[in-house]
């Protein structure tokens, strides 16, 4: 287990190399969960993350993982088909997951037959009956859902998942899945994970290429004269967060 709280930073001189790491990164916490639970349980957001996770579905990842016991979940979705070119899931298993040796069971994409309301039930619903099944961890700390790793992008706004600066989700602390009709950026139904099941975490890494998210950047880890916390500066995981940046997203620090 990461040491608690523990902070690490790494800036990388090109996509290509953050990507490398990337994939280096969570093949060893695969490694270790599977030892350690029988299970990884991995969360991916949507974004250009999918991207930086190019490296996995190549030699040697593609044949050292062992993806049969992966569970994949995602900490926010938009509420529309899973075909649809919007969609969290469409753009995972396109990149991703339709190129990895998964079982089609592990991947816990949302039900998007229902509405934004139900959809989040109906998910939190499902990791309700895989905390039971000990395929998801739970926290003693918090009495949330305790992921192995989370794999988080972050929009030039600072937003991370579908929590958005000054929307009131950021402070729901009761719910695991909550929902938003009125989202800035389009489309505007999504449902999200909560903060306190993004912060009950073992692992973190919060990956940020581009130089549009410098500022976001800058008010989580340097010295901003900006006094609001945007979402991004609230994640602070149970176990380890760890930052993957280009020299372009950490030219402000
Ligand atoms: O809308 C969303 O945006 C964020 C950030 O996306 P990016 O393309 O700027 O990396 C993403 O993390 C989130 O999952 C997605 O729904």
Same mark, same amino acid.
Request: hydrophobic share 40%.
């Given at each position: 287990m990461a040491t608690k709280g523990e902070v690490k930073k790494e800036v990388f001189e090109s996509a290509e190399d953050l990507a490398v790491a990337l994939a280096k990164y969570t093949a060893q916490l695969s490694d270790k969960f599977c030892k350690e639970r029988g299970a990884f349980s991995v969360v991916l957001s949507g974004g250009s993350l999918i991207n930086s996770l190019r490296k996995l579905v190549e030699p040697p990842y593609i044949d050292s993982i062992e993806w049969s016991k992966? @569970?994949? $979940?995602?900490? +926010?979705?938009? %509420? %529309?088909? /899973? +075909? @649809?070119? +919007?969609? *969290?899931? /469409?753009?995972?298993?396109?990149? $991703?997951?339709?190129k990895v040796p998964l079982l089609p069971g592990n991947v816990y994409s949302i039900n998007d037959a229902l509405s934004a309301e139900g959809a989040a039930e109906d998910y939190e619903t499902c990791l309700r009956h895989l905390v039971k099944s000990n395929v998801v961890d739970i926290s003693a700390a918090s009495g949330f859902p305790k992921f192995d790793l989370q794999l988080l992008g972050m929009g030039p706004d600072g937003h991370v998942a579908s929590l958005f600066p000054g929307h009131p989700l950021v402070k729901? *602390?009761? /719910?695991? %899945?909550? $929902?938003?009709?009125?989202s800035p950026k389009p489309p505007p139904e999504r449902i999200t994970f909560t903060f306190p099941v993004i912060n009950s975490s073992a692992y973190i890494a919060l990956v940020v290429n581009g130089a549009n998210k410098a500022g976001a950047v800058q008010n989580a880890l340097g010295n901003s004269q900006n006094s609001e916390k945007l979402p991004v500066a609230m994640v602070s995981p149970e176990g380890e967060l760890a930052w993957f940046l280009d020299t372009a997203a950490a030219s402000k620090l």
């Open positions: 992966w @569970h994949i $979940f995602w900490a +926010d979705e938009r %509420v %529309v088909p /899973k +075909d @649809h070119e +919007d969609s *969290n899931y /469409k753009l995972a298993y396109d990149g $991703f997951l339709s729901e *602390n009761e /719910k695991w %899945v909550t $929902f938003i009709k009125d």
